[in-house]
């Protein structure tokens, strides 16, 4: 049985960002994914931000499948038929290398792994890691897969799972999500000619912009919906706290169609077509909810350790910072010939000096 140094559970960002990193520092480096290809089922809002991005891959802003450089961000307060609006637009953020884009994750993370494997990453798609593979002694030695002889050894296994992290938690690093620690969230991506977006949303060609709508449109709910421009589609979801939504049995479904339905978001949608329907969960938690992230011979990163700040609308970006630095820490821990709980620790450490678990700490008492 071939013996990888790393194997990542997982391709989104988390998972691909803590492969190329692994790779770049000499490890031999395999990433499984369940989907068909990675990001076939992964879901965002999504803006991605362009810094943490390009440190992982500096020019990506000119490489990567993206949708429309954000140039503004709005803010609309519903009540009722009515609408407060708000919003900042900045001439810098419409220069390269720019501040922000909108991306569809069926295309980033596509385009991300392609960089993986040109990096000599191994992604292996369409199967499903089922449970890490111990030892005697309780030490980790690989991961078991649905497939037959589907047994793989690794030294380092890095957990980029995603929100339910079910390999954690079988591994006693993740506890069952309690319906106040996730958002339930839906999104329609409803086809518009760009001509029309650039009218309604008041850009030049090829510039986007992004609404965020609270108040009514959450129904009053913890939570938040949204309208982001794409080249020839509108992204339009909600997510609530699950916690919320239990009290006055809402359905997120409802609520899309509700928040579809109001005047300022009729206009905008007006002649569109939705072309996707899509449903997942958001880790809500904050810095209270995060487990623990590391054990001898593991590491769990991005939304499988609930590293996302909601308030920023920020989560692809953690999971990326978060997987760099695993990925490091990976390659130290095996150079050194040393998979200790206590060398993996290191990432926890690590990841307390970037922005990640700082801006998470620094919201930590506020409500997501
Ligand atoms: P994921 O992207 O979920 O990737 C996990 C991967 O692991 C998937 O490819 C999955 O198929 C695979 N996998 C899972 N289990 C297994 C297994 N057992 N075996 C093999 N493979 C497995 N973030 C932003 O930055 N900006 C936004 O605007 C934004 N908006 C959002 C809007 C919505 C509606 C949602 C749901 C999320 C949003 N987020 C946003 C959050 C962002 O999408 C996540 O934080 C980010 O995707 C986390 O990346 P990840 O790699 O940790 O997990």
Request: contains cysteine.
């Amino acid at each position: 049985m071939e013996e990888f140094d790393v194997i990542v559970v997982g391709g989104g960002p988390a998972g691909l960002a803590a492969a190329i990193t692994a790779k770049r520092n000499g490890m031999n480096t395999l990433v499984i994914e369940r989907g068909e290809f990675p990001g076939a089922k992964n879901v965002m809002g999504g803006v991605l931000y362009t810094e943490p991005t390009s440190r992982l891959i500096p020019d990506f802003w000119q490489q990567a499948p993206l949708e429309r450089p954000v140039i503004e961000q709005r803010y609309a307060l519903l009540e009722g038929d009515n609408a407060f609006t708000a919003g900042y637009r900045s001439p810098a953020w419409a220069d390269p290398p720019y501040n922000a884009h909108t991306v569809l994750r069926a295309k980033f993370d596509r385009w991300l792994a392609k960089k993986a494997e040109e990096e000599g990453v191994l992604i292996i798609n369409e199967t499903v890691v089922e449970d890490l593979l111990y030892k005697p002694d309780g030490g980790v030695i690989g991961v078991s897969t649905g497939r037959a002889e589907g047994d793989v050894r690794g030294k380092v296994v890095i957990l980029a799972e995603g929100v339910n992290a079910l390999i954690a938690k079988k591994a006693g690093l993740h506890t069952q999500l309690g319906p106040e620690h996730v958002a339930v969230a839906v999104k329609e991506i409803i086809s518009l000619p760009r001509e029309k977006i650039e009218d309604r949303f008041c850009l030049e060609p090829g510039q986007g912009a992004t609404i965020e709508l609270l108040g009514d449109a959450t129904a009053g709910m913890v939570g938040t919906a949204f309208i982001y421009t794409n080249q020839d589609s509108l992204s339009v979801g909600i997510g609530c706290l699950m916690s919320e939504m239990l009290k006055i049995q809402a359905n997120a479904n409802d609520l899309l169609e509700r928040l579809k339905a109001h005047p300022f978001v009729r206009k905008l949608i007006e002649g569109g077509e939705t072309k996707e329907y899509l449903g997942h969960l958001i880790p809500e938690g904050g810095y209270k909810a995060i487990p623990k992230m590391y054990r001898q011979g593991v590491l769990v990163v991005g939304d499988a350790a609930m590293l996302v700040n909601g308030l920023h609308r920020e989560g692809s970006n953690l999971a990326m910072s978060s997987g760099m630095v695993a990925g490091e820490v990976a390659a130290g821990a095996v150079n050194s010939h040393d998979l200790s709980e206590q060398s993996m620790k290191l990432y926890q450490d690590r990841l307390k000096e970037t922005y990640v678990l700082k801006d998470l700490y620094k919201y930590r008492n506020t409500a997501h």
